[in-house]
DNA sequence: AGTCGCCGTCGAAGCGCTTCGACAACCTAT
DNA sequence: ATAGGTTGTCGAAGCGCTTCGACGGCGACT
């Protein structure tokens, strides 16, 4: 391993020098700049972090906290993380993968040893038993996702209870007067990660004002207990004509199963889902939807967690607002009889 | 933040005994060992990572760098990433996360800072760029896939070839005789990643030695792609009747889109998934599946890096034998007429 | 010509830990 | 009783870096 102070050695200047040129924190001549850089080259030095940690009490190392869980759709879980490891890079920080098994006690030792200059927690409770402890210590952190109590905390989110609204509207916008939410799997309410009560508050709400009919039903997605849910819905409302799903692994049952039964998209029934672009290009109908803005959000949070550390930069909740692309599986209510 | 000194001051021993208590390299009276534990505990020692890692030149971080693109099956991916995090934790280590982006930089970064003590590579194509360097650090590193010359390295994958042959041998054994495989993205192939070729030989290899007829299909996924390719195989091989697909994002579309010809499954053709097994039986039907063992992949490689780190293990290749579960999507070929 | 202030560089201290050699204290075998 | 071997603990050195204060040299003022 090559060592500062064989650069220096190798340039002809103080190890302290070397420092300098590194960090920029005190002016240095073009001239000896150019062979320590030189000399940096040659020898292919990189600097060790574990020093490089100790001197500065800086990691330059951000932890990200993903779920341990899969009910949840992964691939917009990987995107964010990637999001944020690319994001990171740009300025200078490494990412440290953590997994939600540890729970608070992660980010006991994240905090405690140093490892981590900074966190960002995802898929966030509404009462999550990490955020006090966030709280109390000072290390800068981002939750992705919005829990129950904002005070103290930044977080970055998608404004779901406006993503509810914007599909009511759209709906009603066409005409539609029964609408039938296939929500998240039981387990994603039960926990209480709020996005889905969220989606499910900003569509009753703005449906009672639109005089919308809203019948809600989690559904955990594949095409046996979509098959039930779906002959559940028609059974009791049935002149339902929209259909928003918030489930992607329940979008392609649910197609399957109006096809089957005859109904067709966007002709007798209109479907919204919330999901990536991607998944509402590729499915077997061009689905209208509001997109989750995955990228977004890792971008987002790798920022502002950058402008804390910087010393800019405040407690703040950013809540993206949603886009509704009209796609082909959405349309007029058709004429009754 | 509590430091070593601190706490061995607390505890009335000297730094190095608080030191040997936590290593266990030295033994410690019983006695000792208590009052250091309890001073640890009371005061919430945690020690500094980047003091350890200067002191010991370790840094008790495996780096595992996942590939940016997503155009193959991403929560594969994510699952292997989880079992590598979820892994490494049992063995003390943490997990630096890097996407493919840096290249071979982010190797020679990683290596020459001493960040990581070693490095899992996903994703790795037949002629990697990353190798060279890989083979000549003496960083230790496990590669989750397998490139052309393995020559000094240690991989873990999942045995393509026997995949290959296993569903060669399930739909011959059903009595087809002509059969299409509906591969990866044309981008997967181009990029040489290895096991989308080496399914393929290994298919080939085995359907020869059987009588059977293999036409190949590159198929991006979507409904849109997958209807003309669909269309083009039946169109060169009318008398098809067996499908493996390896992209899972053409399932779906293949299903759907032989339904809707009339074509049952699997009393007119059989479909065989390359697939995580959760894929598998959510499908609109359940499929009989050659199953992507993800968790066990991560496991095996952060294990294989353990043991390099503990000074046991070997460089190795370690396929593991794949697994077909027959399911409600393959059954024996129509009779004739 | 003398003084002030700035720029560029250096030396030294210290970050919190690991680890090596030293050394009492004790036990066993002669 | 004494030599030799354990066992448990300590002190000190050092890992490679950052950062602070110091200082020589120079140009710009008066």
Chains 1, 2 share one sequence.
Do not use: W
Not at 183 to 202: I, K
Not at 267 to 296: G, H, W
Request: hydrophobic letters at 40%; one cysteine or more.
């Amino acid at each position: 391993m090559v060592t500062l102070a064989e650069v220096a050695q190798h340039a002809g200047v103080s190890a302290s020098t070397v420092s300098y040129v590194l960090s920029g924190k005190r002016s240095i001549s073009a001239g000896t700049r150019q062979r320590v850089e030189r000399s940096i080259q040659e020898l292919g030095y990189h600097p060790n972090a574990g020093a490089r940690a100790l001197a500065s009490s800086r990691s330059n190392i951000i932890a990200l906290m993903v779920p341990l869980r899969t009910d949840m759709y992964v691939p917009v879980m990987m995107e964010i993380a990637i999001a944020v490891a690319t994001t990171a890079r740009t300025h200078g920080y490494d990412v440290l993968l953590l997994t939600g098994e540890e729970g608070p006690d992660a980010v006991r030792r994240v905090t405690g040893s140093g490892l981590a200059d900074a966190m960002i927690l995802m898929d966030v409770e509404l009462d999550d038993e990490r955020l006090p402890l966030l709280r109390q210590t000072n290390q800068p952190s981002v939750l992705i996702g919005l829990p129950a109590d904002t005070t103290g905390l930044t977080c970055v989110d998608l404004d779901f209870t406006a993503t509810g609204a914007l599909c009511a509207e759209h709906l009603a916008g066409l005409g539609h007067r029964d609408i039938a939410v296939i929500g998240e799997a039981p387990a994603v309410y039960e926990r209480h990660t709020g996005f889905a009560e969220r989606t499910l508050d900003g569509l009753r709400v703005r449906s009672q004002e639109l005089g919308l009919r809203v019948l809600h039903r989690p559904c955990e997605g594949g095409y046996d207990v979509m098959a039930v849910t779906l002959a559940r819905v028609f059974d009791e409302r049935p002149r339902t004509t929209g259909f928003v799903v918030q489930n992607e692994s329940a979008v392609e049952p649910l197609l399957a199963l109006l096809r089957q039964q005859g109904r067709a998209v966007p002709e007798d029934v209109s479907v919204i889902a919330v999901c990536p672009d991607q998944v509402a290009t590729q499915a077997s109908v061009r689905l209208t939807s509001v997109a989750i803005p995955a990228q977004e959000m890792g971008r987002r949070a790798v920022e502002h967690l950058v402008a804390k550390l910087d010393g800019r930069g405040t407690d703040e909740v950013v809540l993206l607002a949603p886009e509704l692309t009209v796609r082909a599986s959405t349309g007029p209510v058709p004429s009754a009889g």
